[in-house]
């Protein structure tokens, strides 16, 4: 069982009180940006918040006094049974916020959490530990989110996915939140008004991002388990750069990617490095276990990368990119890839889950239209105009990385490989062909589910064409050249849920009314899985129970 020691009554979603008492009111003054936790092991979670002890005490202020923080871990809503608890210091040189690792808990148990300053007490949140690496384990369910701009959209996806019945985590695939400018038909302004670059500037949109009331839901209904992309530093950034950096000043952009880190350290609740400590460093790919049903592998795909090949977009013909191809040029990282292909041989498990914040499978759009084409391009500022039959941006651009990490699976027979993919403002679902010339006679590696955005732009928004009408002819002409691609949905924004057992993977995908509408409704739209040992795809009939 998943549900531990605890009652389906206590496993209800949190509700606030519609009217506040005085106490509950300074536990919102102080606890404005609510609690979260992250990273659950069998034994340990990460618990996170930021108080807010005096008025100027404001996210990147600088301002405000150093305070004890008290948190609790209890079997119970009402703290009756609590289990444990500590205390910590916070202040201005870590911007108030406050990550605690919560360790000596059961395996596979549900938990509620809260923090205490000064008489004032925090939202009650939930979480819940793994279960034990050789347990046997019936089922996981995740929520997997993507790419959630404050300003093109209100975060309704994140408050349908709270609603949601038995999620254990929330896997967030990068993009939590964008460091670029206001621009103009917004639905809500960013703060600061400018593209963030100082550590104040970076803790500020931060704080902005969890003052949201869905996502503060989400955050205290489950654990997130998380990756970055490129947005929570910089537009399509590499190891050294950035798309609107000054590329010859590598010093300058490794000083602001420090500073992003920083705040994301600080202001999320997930392990760096392995510890919950802030600025103990900052490698973020690594690998969580559920039992003998899953490996949660999430990779960082920005932070080694070598930066992005880029041909003449002005040019009126199609230009070959052979660079891609180079072994000398990577996506992961040396010890990022060897890590990842350990994983991988894992016997343990029967699911290899991998968090991947951009598109593995191979994508041709050299035969699309140049309207669709142009869409794309404006979308992702990757595919040129004249229809580059790449994104040089995702794993078609590191191709050499690609072929040795699927030849490693097929080369040691590794079966359920199963790649969790953002980035897009799409959902696909795709298998992953082991050679993409031969495909489907040379057969699949893996498959790969891609969930659409929370709220960034995807291919109707940016071409003006109306939802479902002429996008889909684009997304035949896509599924046209690339058989593989067995699902695709250009338009729509929402969430999605995986739903694992050991003898299926299905990918629910639910979508918005109008993203635009803090009370927008959501409805389930597709839904695609993949049998244990079969490395392919196939339309399910209905969501998961």
Not at 146 to 162: D, I, K, M, P, V
Not at 214 to 238: G, K, M, S, Y
Not at 536 to 541: I, K, N, S
Request: charged letters at 25%.
């Amino acid at each position: 069982m998943l549900a531990g020691g605890v009652g389906a009554a206590a496993l209800a979603p949190i509700v606030e009180a519609a009217v506040a008492s005085p106490a509950e009111r300074s536990g919102q003054r102080m606890f404005r940006h609510g609690v979260a936790s992250g990273d659950p092991m069998p034994r340990a979670v990460v618990l996170w918040t930021r108080v807010t002890p005096t008025s100027d005490a404001t996210p990147g202020s600088g301002k405000g006094p150093t305070v004890a923080v008290t948190w609790e871990v209890a079997k119970d809503p009402r703290f009756r049974r609590i289990v444990r608890s500590g205390r910590v210091m916070t202040g201005p040189q870590r911007d108030h916020t406050v990550k605690v690792d919560a360790k000596g808990l059961k395996s596979d148990h549900w938990y509620y959490y809260r923090f205490l300053v000064d008489g004032a007490t925090s939202p009650v949140g939930r979480t819940r530990t793994a279960p034990r690496g050789m347990a046997d384990v019936s089922r996981l369910r995740v929520g997997v989110v993507s790419c959630a701009n404050w300003e093109q959209g209100h975060f309704a996806a994140y408050r349908h996915l709270a609603a949601h019945p038995a999620l254990d985590a929330v896997v967030h695939l990068g993009d939590y939140l964008y460091e670029g400018r206001s621009h103009r038909g917004a639905v809500r302004a960013h703060f600061p008004l400018h593209e963030i670059v100082s550590l104040d500037d970076y803790r500020k949109r931060h704080g902005q991002y969890k003052t949201d009331p869905d996502l503060q839901r989400l955050h205290a209904q489950v654990p997130f388990i998380v990756t970055w992309d490129d947005h929570e530093v910089a537009n399509d950034c590499w190891s050294h750069g950035g798309r609107d950096d000054d590329a010859s000043s590598e010093r300058t952009f490794d000083s602001r990617k420090a500073r992003a880190h920083r705040a994301y350290d600080e202001w999320m609740p997930v392990r760096l490095s392995g510890t919950a400590e802030v600025d103990d460093g900052t490698t973020l790919f690594r690998q969580l276990r559920w039992g003998r049903l899953a490996d949660i592998a999430m990779l960082d795909l920005r932070s080694y990368r070598d930066q992005q090949v880029k041909g003449d977009e002005s040019s009126p013909a199609p230009q070959p990119q052979p660079k891609v191809d180079d072994p000398r040029r990577t996506i992961t990282g040396s010890q990022q890839m060897e890590w990842l292909k350990r994983v991988l041989l894992g016997r343990e498990t029967r699911w290899k889950l991998l968090g991947n914040s951009v598109m593995i499978a191979p994508l041709s759009l050299a035969q699309l239209p140049r309207d669709g084409v142009r869409a794309i391009h404006l979308m992702t500022g990757d595919v040129p105009n004249d229809g580059l039959s790449i994104n040089p941006d995702q794993w078609d651009g590191y191709t050499a990385d690609r072929r040795e990490l699927f030849d490693h699976i097929a080369k040691n027979k590794v079966k359920n490989a199963v790649f969790l993919t953002g980035d897009i403002h799409s959902a696909w679902a795709n298998d992953l062909p082991a050679d993409t010339g031969t495909y489907p006679a040379s057969g699949s590696v893996g498959v790969e589910f891609v969930c659409t955005s929370v709220t960034s732009d995807n291919v109707d928004d940016v071409s003006g064409a109306q939802p479902r009408t002429t996008t889909l002819s684009w997304e035949a002409v896509i599924q046209g050249n690339n058989r593989h691609v067995r699902y695709l949905n250009l338009d729509d924004h929402g969430y999605s849920v995986l739903d694992v057992t050991p003898q299926r993977a299905q990918m629910d995908y639910y979508v918005l009314a109008n993203k635009r509408r803090a009370d927008t409704t959501a409805h389930h739209s597709a839904s695609w899985v993949t049998r244990t040992g079969s490395g392919t795809v196939v339309a399910a009939e209905r969501p998961a129970t």
